[in-house]
């Protein structure tokens, strides 16, 4: 059996995937910049001597990695109300969900980079009357963030493609305007197929420069 295919009855509902994509760009940026600061908290307290601080950053850290972020959003959106008495909107739960998952991430890649530099340099710095803020912010920071930036861009390339996640919870991104557009044309081949195009169209120009930074990194090292 041969299938034809038909992008024609699709066309007219270009501007649902256009907004749907726009939709998880917002989603994406958003929570990323939330991520980035949840996960330099989560870094501080792993990294101070406050065991308490170490402890809850260490169970959160450790709660998102090691669930489903499917798992989190149903949770957030349908359990977490349960608990506070009351109601959460579901754009909201999406990016409170995907904030923090990408931060328990983000701390992980931001501690490793730091624990990464030779703690030598630190007590040299020490030796020389640095104070360890001076230290860190002039010494072992530079160096860290060359060794965070391939991994911070790949964990970052993978939150665009987790935001396809939210539709689960009827956030109107890319994912769930192709299933409202399959579901007013009966085209699913077609509907999921331009679906599929505009995620690589914004992932592999990014996949591409993070390959070009990590390969630049590398040779300058």
């Known amino acids: 059996m041969t299938y034809h295919w038909d992008f024609q009855s699709i066309w007219p509902f270009w501007d649902l995937f256009l907004w749907g994509l726009w939709i998880s760009i917002v989603y994406t940026v958003g929570s990323i ?12 307290a792993r990294l101070s001597g406050w065991t308490v601080l170490n402890i809850i950053a260490r169970v959160y850290q450790e709660v998102f990695r090691c669930t489903p972020l499917l798992v989190q959003l149903l949770w957030f959106y349908y359990a977490f109300p349960l608990l506070v008495g009351g109601s959460i909107d579901n754009r909201v739960a999406g990016m409170l969900t995907l904030s923090l998952y990408v931060g328990a991430f983000y701390a992980e890649i931001f501690r490793g980079g730091i624990v990464s530099i030779d703690r030598g340099q630190r007590e040299a710095a020490a030796a020389i009357g640095m104070s360890p803020w001076q230290s860190m912010t002039r010494i072992v920071l530079p160096q860290a963030l060359k060794r965070m930036l391939p991994s911070f861009i790949n964990q970052s390339v993978i939150q665009f493609k987790n935001t396809s996640l939210v539709s689960v919870i009827s956030v109107a991104d890319l994912a769930y305007m192709a299933a409202v557009v399959n ?4 085209r699913p081949l077609e509907s999921y197929t331009v679906m599929a195009g505009l995620y ?14 990590e390969r630049r990194l590398r040779v300058s090292d």
């Open 33 to 44: 910049v939330a991520g980035i600061l949840i996960g330099f908290l989560t870094c501080a």
């Open 183 to 186: 579901g007013q044309t009966y």
């Open 200 to 213: 690589i169209a914004m992932l592999l120009p990014l996949t591409q420069a993070a390959d070009w930074i």
